[in-house]
DNA sequence: AGGTGCTGCTTACCT
DNA sequence: ACAGGTAAGCAGCACCTG
């Protein structure tokens, strides 16, 4: 029989003595398949002498017992040399990694006798494997080929593979979402689960035990164990191939499997009919539940969204705010233990647990076409992507190129070797000191993607590097004893030149469709992807812990980087216009010709640049300015780079590291500061700036501006014990710990500044437990308002006496 | 005891 | 568990002054 259907997990587990690989998927009517494969799990040994390495791994296996099933011989491309490699199958998922350990024996660097002298892709889990040489990508369709099969996994049917192939589809398949969240109740330390929601598509439900004259679409269940139970069956029944959570790898299904250990529930949520298991990662371990995609929403925003949203935050509401512009339903944690404990307003805690899984539905609608987007590209399943920091992302991404061009994948450093790789620096980006002030017409140009672009132009990757052609013959790289060959293209280079390509293609793709179209959504998401890896590749060279290690080759990237943006003010500036700032790839202009138009003067200047940037290089204009601020630096004479502020000729302003965008500043503060650069930018009102800010000190000190607006983030970075310097997020931390409360590495610490006797540590204190009484408006005038106002208007020679009024004249 | 000025720890930002 | 470049606040300390 054939059956064609779409991936959605993959595992491998041990039968007897076989080796199986599961793929789950639907069919396009819907219908749950599952797909087992046998399979050989490899790794490969490279020796000096193969035939002489072969007898003896095989003698060596043969008198510690340990079974393989062959060793073949095979060529392989190991840092772009073909090499003869031994091919070793074994039996057992882990094998490889054991069967490696035995074999290092061998190696000579570490003294053994042998001949081998180094392993490669033991670590490469055996699902994976699978996909990568089968060609199949995270989230796609595959035809499979085999035998009708009878299993108890969950499935509509079953099939034993032979034969499988990816097949290009644009559609999904009907997949079933659903997304959940819980409320606890802390009582003598251990939380005990009091509601669970469920939102899906034409369904939502909330379990709790307390009675109430309740909306329908609560259900009033005995206990907390029942609750558990229900849950389960909820999952069974209404059996979604998407599970979303937010927060759930690390709160949510923690806290379910603790309270399931202990009321003797089994949590079978898998299709598999198996227990729900963590699967170890970096930092967290994930909640994994074969044969359904759990995606914890958290982690994808946390590692890729982060930098480009607003937010100080990544709390759901938070995010939802900014994301789809709905929020949570107010109800803070005391509220909610009362509603608990004195069935006050219970129907209010329904609906605000309601709410939080309609919200992570909502946003899973949102992001899920980025994250299956992004698993298809990179080709591995969603579970995991929707995991991966950039730099995962990326090697990934080389990995499954690697495999397809028969490259041996480097193997991942040890512990020393990150150590070690750790101590070496490199030069980065150039960053030109601004011209002090404000500044009338200013345009600002930048490189197009100019990391992979000088990747791809001078074949930057780590085969390439100091090739055999010698320096001459090469692309020299500036002001280093680097060059890289201009002959033979590098694997890490012609790839990312690969990705910028595809992306360009599908950018031309998009003029041609319609904007709010289907089509034009999903080529957008494609190339958003495509652009994240290229992006992340640099990076990823400089990275200790990564596979393709290279510091040379980022040293490179960065030395080209300053030589061309260094190249592009010197032209600017024999062309007669004004270089204002530069910082690593653009370069802000000014028109010093009044009599000339700035948009005439740019478009000749980016001309003449581009007709000599070498390659894929190029300048283009990133936008117009009708003013800009540089401001003076607060600790040495000069002026400040990167903080400056502009305006464009809608009034829109572009803020870049003022105090108005860091989140250790209150939002009182960095109101005002915005506003004060609106007067000023907008047409240079600096009095009525100046009103502003005594009326709002004046505000204060009535105490009419809220907590919340007068609250300092700052985050732990590492354990509280750890810190040799108390600042006043850590002392604020110190007495949220000594009154009970839970303090963790990385969390974001929300703290004030009281009124009273010490430093300033010693007065702040969480903003949970005091009120706007409790606070020193000395404090937020001297060390918040004032000098965010100064900032900006102390370069229109506005002085803190001026500011505040006290001065006699 | 209280002020002053420097250094280093620490965080968050920019590209 | 992504890089280097940068600004800036506050603690902590040495030192000075009276």
């Given at each position: 029989?054939?059956v064609?259907f779409?991936?959605?997990?993959?595992d491998c587990i041990?039968?007897?003595?076989r080796?199986?690989?599961?793929?789950?998927?639907?069919t396009y009517?819907?219908?749950n398949?599952?797909?087992?494969?046998?399979?050989e799990?490899?790794?490969?040994?490279?020796?000096?002498?193969p035939q002489?390495?072969?007898?003896?791994i095989?003698?060596?296996l043969?008198?510690?017992?340990?079974k393989?099933k062959?060793i073949?011989?095979i060529?392989?491309d190991?840092?772009?040399e073909k090499?003869?490699?031994?091919?070793?199958?074994?039996?057992?998922?882990?094998?490889?990694?054991k069967i490696?350990?035995?074999?290092?024996?061998l190696?000579?660097?570490?003294?053994?006798?042998?001949?081998?002298?180094?392993?490669?892709?033991?670590?490469?889990?055996?699902?994976?494997?699978?996909?990568?040489?089968?060609?199949?990508?995270?989230?796609?369709?595959?035809?499979?080929?085999g035998?009708p099969?009878q299993?108890r996994l969950k499935a509509?049917?079953?099939?034993?593979?032979?034969?499988i192939?990816?097949v290009?589809?644009l559609?999904?398949p009907?997949?079933k979402?659903?997304?959940?969240d819980i409320?606890?109740?802390?009582?003598?330390?251990r939380?005990?689960i009091i509601?669970?929601?469920?939102?899906g598509k034409d369904?939502?439900k909330?379990?709790?035990?307390?009675?109430?004259?309740?909306?329908p679409?609560?259900?009033?269940?005995?206990?907390?164990?029942?609750?558990?139970?229900?849950f389960?069956?909820i999952i069974?029944?209404y059996?979604?191939?998407?599970?979303?959570?937010?927060n759930?790898?690390s709160?949510d299904?923690?806290v379910?499997?603790?309270?399931a250990s202990q009321k003797?529930?089994k949590?079978?949520l898998?299709?598999?009919r198996?227990?729900?298991?963590?699967?170890r990662?970096?930092?967290?371990?994930?909640?994994?539940?074969?044969?359904r995609?759990h995606i914890?929403?958290?982690?994808?925003?946390?590692n890729?969204l982060?930098?480009n949203?607003?937010t100080e935050?990544?709390?759901?509401d938070a995010?939802?705010g900014?994301l789809?512009g709905?929020?949570k339903?107010?109800?803070?944690?005391?509220?909610?233990l009362?509603?608990?404990?004195?069935?006050?307003d219970?129907?209010k805690?329904?609906e605000?647990c309601l709410?939080?899984?309609?919200?992570?539905?909502?946003?899973?609608?949102l992001l899920l076409?980025?994250i299956?987007?992004?698993?298809?590209?990179v080709g591995?399943?969603p579970f995991d992507?929707s995991?991966?920091t950039?730099?995962?992302?990326?090697?990934w991404y080389?990995?499954?190129?690697?495999v397809?061009m028969?490259?041996?994948i480097?193997?991942?450093?040890k512990?020393?070797d990150?150590?070690k790789?750790?101590t070496?620096t490199y030069?980065?980006?150039?960053v030109k000191?601004?011209?002090a002030g404000?500044?009338?017409?200013?345009?600002?140009l930048?490189f197009?993607?100019?990391?992979?672009?000088?990747?791809?132009t001078?074949?930057i990757?780590?085969?390439t590097?100091?090739?055999?052609?010698g320096r001459e013959n090469s692309?020299?790289?500036p002001?280093?004893?680097?060059?890289?060959c201009?002959?033979?293209?590098?694997f890490v280079?012609?790839?990312?030149?690969e990705?910028?390509?595809?992306?360009?293609e599908?950018?031309?793709?998009?003029k041609?469709t319609?904007?709010?179209s289907l089509?034009?959504?999903?080529?957008?998401?494609r190339?958003?992807?495509?652009k994240?890896?290229?992006?992340?590749?640099?990076?990823?060279f400089?990275?200790?812990?990564a596979?393709?290690?290279?510091r040379e080759?980022?040293e490179?990237?960065?030395?080209f980087?300053?030589?061309?943006i260094k190249?592009t003010?010197?032209?600017?500036?024999?062309?007669?216009?004004?270089?204002?700032y530069?910082d690593t790839?653009s370069c802000?202009i000014?028109?010093?010709?009044?009599?000339k138009?700035?948009?005439?003067e740019?478009?000749?200047?980016?001309n003449?640049?581009n007709?000599?940037?070498?390659?894929?290089?190029?300048?283009e204009?990133?936008?117009?300015?009708?003013?800009?601020?540089?401001?003076?630096r607060e600790?040495?004479?000069?002026?400040a780079?990167?903080?400056?502020?502009l305006i464009?000729k809608n009034d829109n302003?572009?803020i870049r590291g003022l105090e108005?965008v860091?989140r250790d500043?209150c939002n009182?503060a960095?109101?005002l500061?915005?506003?004060v650069l609106?007067?000023?930018?907008?047409d240079?009102?600096?009095d009525?700036?100046?009103q502003?800010v005594?009326?709002?000190?004046?505000k204060l000190?009535?105490?009419?501006i809220?907590l919340?607006?007068?609250?300092?983030?700052e985050q732990?970075?590492k354990?509280?014990?750890?810190y040799k310097q108390?600042?006043?997020?850590v002392?604020?931390?110190?007495?949220?710990?000594?009154?009970?409360?839970?303090?963790?590495?990385?969390m974001?610490?929300m703290?004030?500044?009281?009124s009273g006797k010490?430093?300033i540590?010693e007065?702040?204190?969480?903003?949970?437990d005091?009120t706007?009484?409790?606070i020193?408006?000395?404090?937020?005038?001297?060390?918040?308002?004032v000098?965010?106002a100064l900032?900006?208007?102390?370069v229109?020679k506005v002085?803190?006496?001026k500011?505040?009024?006290?001065?006699?004249?």
């Open positions: 029989m054939k064609e779409f991936l959605l997990d993959a041990k039968e007897g003595e080796t199986l690989i599961r793929l789950f998927g639907k009517e819907g219908s398949v599952v797909a087992l494969f046998e399979h799990p490899y790794f490969y040994v490279l020796a000096e002498n002489q390495a072969k007898g003896e095989e003698d060596l043969e008198t510690e017992k340990v393989i062959r073949d011989k060529k392989r190991l840092k772009g090499r003869e490699f031994l091919k070793v199958f074994c039996q057992l998922p882990q094998d490889t990694q490696r350990d035995s074999i290092k024996k190696e000579k660097k570490r003294g053994g006798s042998g001949s081998v002298i180094e392993e490669y892709e033991y670590t490469i889990s055996p699902y994976r494997r699978f996909l990568l040489d089968e060609k199949i990508d995270g989230s796609c369709w595959v035809e499979v080929e035998e099969l299993t509509d049917f079953a099939i034993a593979g032979k034969k192939k990816a290009e589809k559609k999904l009907p997949l979402l659903l997304s959940f409320e606890t109740y802390e009582q003598q330390g939380k005990n509601m669970l929601s469920l939102w369904f939502k909330v379990l709790t035990y307390q009675k109430e004259d309740f909306q679409w609560v259900e009033v269940v005995n206990d907390e164990k029942q609750l558990l139970e229900k389960v069956e069974n029944q059996d979604p191939d998407i599970l979303v959570s937010f759930g790898d709160f299904f923690p379910i499997q603790e309270r003797k529930v949590l079978t898998s299709r598999d198996e227990e729900m298991k963590f699967t990662r970096a930092r967290i371990s994930s909640a994994r539940i074969k044969g995609i914890d929403l958290f982690n994808f925003i946390n890729i982060s930098p949203l607003q935050v990544l709390s759901l995010v939802s900014e789809l709905d929020k339903i107010e109800m803070d944690y005391q509220e909610l009362e509603a608990w404990q004195k069935k006050k219970l129907c805690l329904t605000y709410k939080d899984s309609e919200l992570t539905f909502k946003l899973a609608h076409p980025q299956l987007e992004m698993s298809k590209t591995q399943l992507i995991r991966m950039y730099g995962q992302l990326a090697e080389l990995t499954r190129k690697a397809e028969q490259k041996i480097p193997n991942q450093p512990w020393e990150i150590k790789r750790k070496f030069a980065g980006g150039f000191e601004p011209l404000l500044h009338e017409n200013i345009a600002v930048d197009r993607s100019l990391y992979p672009s000088i990747i791809a001078f074949n990757s780590p085969e590097l100091n090739c055999s052609c692309y020299q790289v002001g280093t004893d680097y060059w890289f201009k002959k033979e293209k590098g280079s012609s790839t990312v030149e990705l910028i390509q595809k992306r360009a599908l950018k031309q793709r998009m041609k319609e904007k709010d089509e034009h959504k999903i080529l957008d998401t190339q958003l992807s495509l994240i890896v290229a992006n992340a590749i640099y990076g990823m400089a990275f200790a812990g596979k393709w290690y290279c080759c980022a490179s990237c960065a030395a980087g300053r030589f061309f190249q003010i010197q032209e600017a500036e024999k062309e007669g216009l004004t270089v204002v530069a790839d802000f000014k028109n010093p010709f009044p009599d138009e700035l948009s005439k740019v478009d000749k200047f980016l003449h640049i007709s000599k940037l070498p390659g894929i290089l190029e300048l204009l990133q936008g117009t300015y009708k003013r800009g601020i540089f401001i003076p600790t040495a004479p000069g002026t780079k990167k903080r400056y502020a464009d302003l572009l108005t860091r500043w009182l960095k109101q500061q915005r506003k609106t007067y000023i930018l907008k240079k009102k600096v009525e700036a100046i502003y005594r009326n709002t000190i004046e000190r009535k105490k009419e809220p919340k607006d007068l609250t300092i983030y732990l970075t354990p509280l014990s750890t108390i600042g006043p997020h002392a604020a931390a110190q007495k949220m710990l000594r009154r009970g409360k839970k303090v963790s590495e990385g974001l610490v703290f004030a500044i009281t010490g430093s540590s007065r702040a204190e969480p903003v949970e005091i706007i009484q409790d020193d408006e000395n404090y937020y005038v001297e060390n918040q308002i000098p965010a900032r900006v208007l102390q229109l002085t803190r006496d500011l505040l009024g006290e001065s006699l004249f």
